[in-house]
């Protein structure tokens, strides 16, 4: 059988107290004798903090059994209840029982007096609730600091699978709108579909890369947005242009990735193209450290079906990130969309990260 080996709090504050305790005992039981006989140094101190010793592992032993039968802060009441019991039934009239030992075998000629009851029993009560008191406060706080950590666990984990949610939307959504164009360019052009094609393959393999991280720099970015504008131009040819003006000092920032290709696809998807009216689309960063998306609104004579699936995975990704300055500004001319550029990457949970959590918390 395994010993208990009590926390360090109580085996430090045990170790700290018990000499004190032990002469605070010996000077009831002999008085001033204690300072100029020492036999009492010799014998009765050692004794005394043996008893003490015995005394304090029983009940640190007790304690922990109760602990691990009303572990949770909902059941605060019913572990004190029982702390409470031991203190008053047990371990207070553990210390009188030393003063009826001490006169029942004359130790070093003691002889009971009922003043030394008295003050036994004060001395008894006082330290065991002090150290009853001291070792309930840090055993809620430990577990009130467990039940923060699980919460943030649980969140961090949630927050993470909904990050992963949002990231599969871009796939299928991009892919399903790229397969449409695709399959209008067959019937019409069918070099251009080739090429189209081509292009659409370098695209996603890069689309696969930066959708795996969440995360991408500017830089990496504006040259996604190259290329996939590519795509653009081999259907619509002058009917849509691009304009990309950024300061390179920013190229190091970080956006959600795929921002720019969602803003981009619902700008195309929402607005009327012609070459005699193209649809110019314009990014650019500002001072604020922001990177910002803009277009002429040129308005469909028959509105486009759509859930602004693209607005809101954008937004609820900053809002995971922890985000703030994402924006949606438009009037009759034009529509613009802000989004903050973040200096840092944020802290993301790994799959390794994932299961070790996943464990802890069950």
């Known amino acids: 059988m395994k010993l208990f080996r009590p926390p360090k709090l109580e085996l430090y504050s045990f170790l700290f107290s018990m000499p004190l305790i032990s002469i605070a005992v010996n000077q009831i039981l002999y008085n001033n004798r204690l300072w100029h006989d020492h036999r009492i140094w010799l014998l009765s101190f050692p004794l005394i903090f043996l008893i003490g010793a015995l005394s304090w592992y029983s009940h640190t032993c007790y304690d922990n059994w109760v602990e691990r039968k009303f572990p949770a802060l909902n059941q605060s009441r019913q572990r004190i209840f029982l702390k409470c019991m031991v203190l008053f039934l047990v371990m207070t009239p553990s210390i009188l029982l030393i003063f009826f030992v001490y006169d029942r075998f004359s130790i070093l000629g003691y002889q009971l007096q009922t003043a030394h009851l008295y003050k036994g029993f004060i001395t008894g009560f ?87 991280e969440g995360i991408s720099t500017v830089d990496n970015e504006i040259k996604f947005i190259q290329s996939y504008f590519k795509l653009l131009k081999t259907r619509h040819g002058e009917a849509v242009q691009l304009n990309i003006q950024t300061d390179q000092q920013l190229d190091g920032y970080l956006v959600p990735s795929l921002s720019l290709q969602l803003l981009v696809e619902n700008v195309v998807k929402h607005n009327a193209l012609s070459k005699s009216n193209p649809l110019v689309i314009d990014i650019f960063t500002t001072a604020g450290k922001k990177l910002v998306v803009s277009n002429n609104r040129q308005c469909l004579s028959v509105k486009a079906p759509g859930n602004k699936v693209g607005l809101q995975n954008i937004k609820a990704k900053y809002e995971l990130l922890n985000q703030q300055g994402f924006q949606v500004i438009e009037d009759e001319k034009n529509f613009t969309v802000v989004l903050p550029l973040i200096w840092k990457p944020p802290v993301t949970i790994t799959e390794k990260e994932k299961k070790h959590s996943i464990k802890n918390t069950k």
Not at 133 to 145: H, W
Not at 161 to 188: A, G, M, R, W
């Open 126 to 212: 006082s330290v065991n609730l002090v150290f009853e008191t001291l070792y309930e406060a840090d055993y809620i706080l430990g577990k009130y600091k467990e039940s923060k950590t699980e919460k943030e666990t649980i969140h961090q984990l949630s927050v993470a699978e909904e990050y992963d949610n949002l990231k599969s939307q871009v796939n299928p959504h991009f892919l399903f709108n790229c397969f449409n164009t695709l399959s209008s360019l067959i019937s019409i052009d069918k070099k251009k579909a080739e090429i189209f094609l081509d292009e659409l393959s370098k695209v996603y393999r890069y689309l696969l890369r930066s959708n795996e």
